[in-house]
């Protein structure tokens, strides 16, 4: 026993000295609870918050958080913001909160949150905060019994790229980077303080059937899946719009190449001509010549976003399925009873 | 603080026989969090309560915020500067959410708590006092509200009363969320669909066996018979919709086949975006 424990110690050693990468986001019971509020009486319109906490090993916990006001595209309101912002941080020091940004939290309409806001947002955390995540609650899904939390985080290798702001398919390649690279979902954990769960124990009603017993024997999911495949289709045509411009590129592209051989050839017969006649061939280049300047190859983030998103509204899709089909064969076998 | 002189006549404002609040289990967690983050000296915390008032009279606490104070034998600081930037704060983000009270940890109502409870009826008419009972000196966390009431002899205020107020505790949130999660002190995972649909299949099963179980006890003479449960089994098997087995089957057999196919839809879907990633790093090798 002794001897494994040391042997853990000194694996945590080890793994301590490659600054571990973060494997677990541990939130309080407190933040879902404030999360799910916020979202749910802002539903559907989407809001934000931050995420205060500690950032202990590969271990990131989420302690406490407050939510942003509504937005608006006003730049008075936007200082009126950050304001807030420090004078919330300060006021929860005083009563000794966690005093430390670690992400930030929003709500999703049926999981579409893939945007390139939400990238654009994250490097602006990352700028100020080596490790942050971002939490996403999806408050329509849980009218179904199910507590759709999520932790991201952007990876590594797609950071990097961003940062170069190079999309070309080159690039993607070496990188092996794909679509699925994108995000990264790191488990939660929850945890409460034992005063809390001492509560709860003595809250807890003794009704053997819940709430959420209720939503999620509830059959009648089809507004749901509705607009999910309306999100999905609509996600088809996004993604067609930027295979379109794909398209467009490539054929400009092969044009661009039959203009440059052709262009060669007739410098090549020219300079054939000029040897024969003994003077100085012309250099096979001219960079002055707009055929040869090149095309620029379209950003691929925007297809790899959509695809991101396409994927996901399948997964809800598959998901919801799977549970009516639980649903309907559970009502089908009471029936017959 | 509460006076127990038994001779003043009490005349209670008519306005508080109806009234009782409901709490949002995030005030709980709140509070238990201010709680356990006190100051090393602080015997309690005390904080402000928001919420809104509900037609009906009942106080809908949702919210709440901890204010710094320090407290001596006979007086209490309480840091009003800190109170009205939270509440500014507060109403950013939530302007429909007011000041309806005040909180403080301990059992039921302490020296202090009547200078509080005056600094508060100043912000708000009648406010709301809860005590949650961190310490558990009862044995159990109890968690009380009460509201202040004025007893006069005729014409002359003589003292303010605290009297107890009906709470509701039903944690229709947390419910919502599971108590498992929010029980323990420790969950490794959030559970998934199925899982959770697993679990309330269970539960259903469990129920439904319960019900199996009554029934044949009453039938066989083990258990008296209860009118009111027979009425609720009676009811319950009456709720279901009487359906021929055929009309039954069509319309299960029709919803498996909806669901079959956005399964199918959604599976080739991802098949199409697989091959689609696939094609295109072998495109791009070549």
């Not at chain 1, 406490?64 to 420090?86: S, V």
């Not at chain 1, 290798?157 to 979902?185: C, H, P, Q």
């Not at chain 2, 269970?202 to 019900?211: F, G, K, N, S, T």
Request: a negative charge; proline letters at 4%.
């Amino acid at each position: 026993m002794a001897n494994s424990m040391a042997r853990s110690f000194l694996q945590v050693a080890a793994t301590e000295e490659v600054a571990s990468p973060l494997r677990v986001v541990q939130i309080e019971g407190l933040v879902i609870l404030k999360i799910i509020k916020h979202c749910k009486e802002f539903s559907p319109a989407l809001v934000t918050g931050q995420l205060l906490g500690l950032d202990v090993g590969s271990v990131l916990e989420v302690t406490n958080c407050f939510p942003f006001p509504i937005r608006e595209e006003d730049e008075e309101i936007e200082a009126d913001g950050a304001n807030y912002q420090l004078e919330m941080m300060r006021c929860l020091r005083e009563v000794n909160v966690d005093n430390n940004t670690v992400g930030w939290y929003q709500s999703t309409i049926l999981g579409s949150y893939q945007t390139v806001e939400l990238i654009e947002t994250f490097m602006n955390y990352q700028e100020n905060i080596r490790r942050c995540v971002c939490i996403i609650y999806d408050p329509s899904r849980s009218n179904q019994g199910v507590l759709a939390l999520k932790a991201l985080k952007l990876s590594d290798s797609f950071m990097e790229l961003y940062r170069a702001n190079n999309f070309t398919g080159e690039k993607l390649r070496e990188k092996n980077l794909s679509w699925v690279d994108i995000f990264e979902e790191i488990p939660i954990q929850v945890s409460n303080s034992a005063l809390i769960s001492a509560f709860m124990t003595e809250l807890e009603s003794d009704t053997p059937v819940k709430q959420c017993d209720y939503d999620r024997l509830q059959l009648s999911t089809k507004p749901y899946m509705e607009r999910n495949v309306e999100f999905l289709i609509e996600c088809m045509d996004d993604l067609s719009m930027e295979q379109q411009k794909f398209q467009f590129y490539y054929r400009s592209l092969s044009r661009q190449q039959a203009q440059q051989q052709a262009w060669l050839q007739k410098r090549r017969t020219e300079n054939m001509a000029r040897k024969a006649a003994g003077e100085e061939p012309l250099p096979e280049e001219d960079p002055s010549n707009p055929i040869f300047k090149p095309i620029p190859e379209p950003s691929r983030l925007e297809s790899f976003l959509v695809t991101n998103q396409i994927a996901n509204y399948c997964n809800q899709i598959n998901g919801v399925a799977g549970q009516n089909f639980n649903r309907l064969y559970l009502m089908k076998s009471l029936h017959d009873n | 603080m509460a006076a127990d002189d038994h001779t003043v006549l009490q005349l209670s404002t008519p306005s508080t026989a109806n009234l009782s609040a409901k709490v949002h289990p995030l005030v709980i967690f709140n509070i238990c969090d201010c709680y356990v983050r006190r100051p090393d000296q602080a015997e309690r915390v005390i904080g402000t309560l928001l919420g809104s008032v509900l037609p009906d009279g009942t106080v809908d606490i949702r919210n709440s915020y901890a204010v710094p104070h320090t407290e001596s034998a006979e007086q209490v600081a309480l840091d009003i500067e800190y109170h009205h930037n939270m509440v500014v704060s507060h109403q950013k983000v939530n302007p429909k959410e007011v000041i309806v009270g005040w909180y403080s940890t301990g059992l039921g109502v302490t020296g202090g708590s009547a200078l509080i409870h005056d600094f508060y009826s100043r912000e708000v008419p009648n406010p709301v006092h809860l005590t949650v009972d961190t310490g558990f000196r009862n044995g159990e966390g109890t968690i009380k509200a009460y509201v202040s009431v004025n007893l006069a002899l005729g014409d002359r205020q003589l003292a303010a009363q605290f009297q107890e107020i009906p709470l509701d505790l039903r944690m229709v949130e947390a419910e919502r969320l599971g108590f498992d999660i929010l029980k323990t002190t420790a969950v490794d995972k959030l559970p998934n669909d199925l899982e959770g649909m697993e679990v309330t299949m269970q539960r259903l099963l469990a129920l439904i066996d319960d019900v199996y179980k009554y029934v044949d006890d009453v039938v066989e003479g083990r258990v008296a018979a209860d009118n009111s449960i027979g009425r609720f089994i009676s009811d319950t098997v009456a709720s279901l919709p009487k359906l021929s087995p055929s009309v039954f089957d069509k319309l299960v057999n029709d919803s498996l086949q909806d669901q079959l196919l956005l399964l199918y839809l959604s599976s080739i879907t991802r098949t199409q975006l697989g091959l689609a990633e696939k094609l295109n790093t072998a495109a791009q090798i070549l």
